[in-house]
């Protein structure tokens, strides 16, 4: 491939990040923030197909399609997480004004162990299919903590993209979340790949 050539898919490429980031905030702001974890299901759905150059990926398309099938269960997820963590930091002020230590220690290693969760969830929602909710909630748990370099790699990625819109400027929060998309898309390839060749490989024995 021609430098010009290679330097305009690139391009493109980064464009069509951009617009999965813009789908994800104009699906959160338009609904109150509600559907925010539907829409980070259907952005890491679309962000995965993007990164298969081969295909030719209908963003828009894509992304509503997720929102339709994966939506309820990330919503669920969403709220649940957001009540679970508004009950946490009520936990923590009240173990801090009573100077109960161990409670603090409890609720900051629960307040972390919830954001890993939700750095998993959704894009476990958005690739593979699970035959119930207690079955989604296992396997995000046992990714997270049997793959902790890739847990680690995730927790840079989103202090990356925190320190653009913090030390850099806000108005690179599109950018920043457009390459928070892109980078947790080629982390989180690497644990889910083998997953899914053996579910295919799987699916083909059972054709056969």
């Given at each position: 491939m021609k430098p010009e050539n290679r330097l305009r898919a690139q391009f493109g490429q980064m464009t069509n990040y951009v617009a999965v980031g813009l789908l994800w905030l104009a699906t959160s702001a338009l609904s109150l923030f509600i559907l925010t974890g539907a829409a980070m299901t259907a952005a890491h759905k679309t962000a995965r197909m993007l990164a298969d150059r081969d295909k030719s990926v209908k963003i828009t398309q894509t992304f509503v399609r997720s929102l339709r099938h994966e939506g309820l269960v990330s919503t669920a997820i969403f709220l649940g997480s957001l009540l679970l963590t508004v009950g946490l930091f009520f936990a923590y002020n009240a173990a801090v004004n009573t100077h109960q230590d161990w409670v603090v220690v409890f609720v900051i290693i629960s307040a972390v162990e919830l954001a890993v969760f939700n750095l998993y969830v959704y894009p476990l929602v958005a690739t593979f299919e699970h035959p119930?909710?207690?079955?989604?909630?296992?396997?995000?748990?046992?990714?997270?903590?049997?793959?902790?370099?890739?847990?680690?790699?995730?927790?840079?990625?989103?202090?990356?993209?925190?320190?653009?819109?913090?030390?850099?400027?806000?108005s690179l929060f599109i950018l920043a979340l457009s390459l928070y998309f892109w980078m947790a898309t080629v982390h989180l390839e690497t644990v889910f790949s083998p997953y899914i060749s053996a579910l295919q490989e799987g699916s083909h024995e059972e054709v056969s």
């Open positions: 119930s909710f207690i079955v989604l909630l296992k396997n995000t748990v046992l990714f997270a903590h049997r793959h902790l370099f890739t847990t680690l790699k995730l927790i840079g990625t989103v202090t990356v993209f925190v320190w653009l819109i913090v030390r850099v400027h806000p």
